[in-house]
């Protein structure tokens, strides 16, 4: 069985629009069991092949697809149409992530949100010479930062958070995610040099425990679990 579905799309091309505004496309023959990406490709290869968005495995995996659906921070690749339009004739609206700049359409600019990756050092650091053979880590210490090395860094977290709505230089959930997992790394050894920085002004202090970012994650991942254990490692000074 299939149904009709409006779909309510915020449109913006620099090159002939103003401003921005709201398109709506009529879907005759929807298929409950499409995703909301489904149907972006149906307006774009129907109606309109210049609407732009990004997606790439459309499989919930790479984290570029990322929109804000009905309202809510959601992967379109992940979203099936009948959990969010109950009956025929049900309206689906899509717009851009919020507080990143829009290049075009659904597509927004992620350098703002990359630069804030970059600024807690998303990578491993030890210059102590390598053992023989691997650095040996026990179950438990690997435990320890397993929730943050799901993050995809689809920035449905960041781009939910009111605090980073209000100030873009709060360097937002998703880099306190990225530099937990290796602040908490028992092989790491700059866990000192990432506290530093999200002790700063735009660091974790901006975080008013608002949860948006823990709604919104896609990967289930406890983001505001992990940003209270980022400040209690910066309230005692040290990260075990
Ligand atoms: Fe996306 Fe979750 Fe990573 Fe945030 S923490 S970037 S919502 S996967
Ligand atoms: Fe924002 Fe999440 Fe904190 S929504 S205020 S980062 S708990
Ligand atoms: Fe890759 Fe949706 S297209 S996560």
């Known amino acids: 069985m299939t149904m009709k579905v409006t779909m309510r799309i915020r449109r913006f091309d620099p090159e002939k629009d103003a401003k921005p505004y709201w398109a709506e496309y009529t879907l005759e ?9 489904d149907l972006l490709h149906q307006v774009r290869g129907r109606f309109d092949g210049s609407l732009a968005f990004r997606r790439s495995c459309a499989h919930g995996v790479c984290g570029s697809d990322a929109m804000r659906i009905n309202g809510v921070n959601r992967l379109a690749c992940k ?17 851009p992530l919020l507080g990143l700049p829009v290049i075009k359409d659904l597509v927004v600019d992620m350098e703002p949100f990359f630069e804030n990756y970059r600024s807690v050092m998303p990578y491993f650091v030890n210059d102590e010479p390598p053992p023989a ?51 908490f790394d028992s092989r790491d050894r700059a866990a ?22 823990t709604t919104a994650c896609p990967r289930d991942i406890k983001v505001t679990q992990v940003i209270a254990e980022v400040k209690n490692a910066i309230s005692r000074g040290r990260a075990d």
């Open 29 to 37: 023959a929807v298929d409950p069991t499409d995703r909301v990406l």
């Open 79 to 95: 979203v099936l149409v009948n959990t969010i339009v109950k009956g025929d004739e049900g309206k689906i609206q899509v717009e």
């Open 133 to 183: 053979r691997e650095r040996i880590q026990t179950p438990e210490q690997r435990t320890r930062f397993d929730d943050p090395t799901k993050c995809i860094l689809c920035a449905a977290c960041t781009t939910s958070c009111p605090s980073f709505w209000a100030n873009g230089t709060y360097v937002g959930p998703a880099a306190i995610v990225q530099a937990h997992r290796f602040i």
């Open 192 to 213: 000192r040099d990432r506290l530093a920085v999200l002790s700063q002004e735009n660091g974790v202090w901006r975080c008013r425990t608002i949860f948006n970012c």
